[in-house]
């Protein structure tokens, strides 16, 4: 057990270093998280067909295609304890009395579309204060392990450039 947990933590670390050496700029890799983190808490009741808003998303706001990846695994991760928490802003944000009625469906059926349409709500408006709440800390985090490598970067290229013989 405590090996999986091992390395369950070893393949969150990689997936953090990945998101942090992506290509492109600080905003495009925080943007692309913020997007696979919001398809994905709402991705599961509409049986993965969100999976495709994610290619529009990511090129209407500039984002990053493989960090979207990695915000989509994390939002794997935390879906079921956020789905309770989905249902609860559904229920929050929904009429009371709002029913789904298809007079053709079972009554469990109907019940059934009613659950998947507050995972839907709920999914979409935490998706998107997670997205919000997520941006910012990446954002800053990619920058700085950007500016840090350019940093290190520039030394060593000083003291190779010091190290060379001189050419006469």
């Known amino acids: 057990m405590q090996l999986r947990l091992r390395k369950f933590v070893r393949f969150l670390k990689l997936q953090y270093v990945k998101l942090l050496r992506a290509k492109g700029g600080a905003y495009s890799i925080a943007m692309g998280f913020a997007v696979g983190l919001f398809v994905e808490m709402f991705n599961l009741p509409t049986y993965g067909t969100s999976f495709v808003l994610i290619f529009p998303l990511i090129y209407l706001l500039r984002g990053n295609l493989p960090s979207a990846l990695v915000g989509f695994l994390f939002g794997k991760l935390i879906y079921i304890p956020m789905s309770v928490l989905n249902k609860m802003v559904a229920d929050a944000v929904m009429p009371a009395h709002f029913t789904v ?63 060379k013989p001189a050419m006469e």
């Open 101 to 163: 009625n298809f007079s053709f469906l079972p009554e469990k059926i109907n019940h059934f579309l009613l659950f998947n349409l507050k995972m839907i709500v709920g999914g979409m408006i935490d998706g998107l204060a997670l997205g919000v709440l997520f941006f910012f800390p990446i954002w800053y985090s990619v920058q700085a392990f950007k500016r840090k490598r350019r940093e290190k970067r520039r030394a060593r290229k000083i003291v190779i450039e010091a190290n």
